[in-house]
């Protein structure tokens, strides 16, 4: 599959994604080209700016400038039709994650997986898709939940988004930065605030707490005032979780 950087002043063109596309995706290129280029416009439009509702002063992800900077932002897609099943998607995934070990090791290399949907034959004759974004919504979902136990113990974070995801943000719990119009997974390497994500499982604590050699109590509280975790909901509500592991 291809792999396309965003770069931070320069647009992708639709000849640029056109020349990369496998053959048996040209009858679909339409689609392909055009959520490639919504997805690059969002990256720079939101991920990259500041927002009243994020809680803090900053671009609504704090590294995306500085990662477009350096050129370390790709994006590819994920097609998927009426028959796709989740374990299509998770091997696929699989297969990404340890590529990205094998090429990314700084800290602010992401990849963009956008879901593209591209109906099968038989319902491109008869018909598309009734909800396509629902449909690859719940795939996104999915496949997420059930793929971050193996990210995780490679020190690697895969995010979900789509249309109505309701995880909320860091600094603002009415904040849903992951809602976003089209169906997309995010894959980098794990950060210090990831622990708001991951709190809720005792595995997933140990992983983070190994990552980042927090080894005590002084150095756990560090880190949490340091990025603002401290008076987090959802770290607050785990806390006694994490601190056993200490």
């Known amino acids: 599959m291809p792999f396309f950087t965003i770069q931070p002043s320069v647009g992708l063109s639709r000849s640029e994604i056109q020349s990369q596309l496998p053959r048996e995706h040209i009858p679909c290129q339409g689609e392909i080209i055009h959520s490639l280029l919504e997805v690059e416009r969002w990256v ?3 991920l990259a700016r500041p927002h009243p509702e994020v809680g803090r002063k900053g671009s609504v992800c704090p590294y995306i400038p500085a990662a477009l900077q350096r050129q370390s932002v790709s994006m590819t897609y994920l097609t998927y039709d009426e028959g796709t099943t989740d374990e299509e998607i998770e ?7 340890d590529v990205f070990l094998e090429q ?3 800290v602010l290399n992401s990849w963009l997986v956008v879901f593209v949907s591209v109906p099968s034959q038989g319902a491109l004759k008869k018909h598309r898709l009734e909800d396509p974004v629902l449909m690859a919504s719940g795939l996104v979902e999915r496949v997420q939940r059930a793929l971050k136990p193996s990210y995780i113990a490679e020190k690697l974070m895969i995010g979900q988004f789509y249309p109505g995801c309701s995880v909320a943000g860091i600094h ?3 904040f849903k930065p992951f809602a976003t119009q089209y169906p997309l997974i995010g894959i980098r390497h794990m950060m210090p605030q990831d622990l708001v994500f991951i709190s809720e499982r005792i595995d997933y604590i140990q992983m983070y707490l190994d990552a980042f050699g927090i080894a005590d109590q002084q150095q756990l509280q560090s880190t949490m005032e340091h990025y603002g975790l401290n008076e987090n909901e959802r770290v607050k509500e785990h806390m006694e979780s994490i ?4």
């Not at 091997?91 to 994650?97: D, E, H, V």
């Not at 601190?243 to 200490?246: A, V």
């Open 172 to 174: 603002n719990t009415d």
């Open 44 to 46: 720079k439009s939101y």
């Open 104 to 106: 990314n090791h700084h």
């Open 243 to 246: 601190q056993s592991y200490i």
């Open 91 to 97: 091997q696929t995934l699989l297969s990404y994650k």
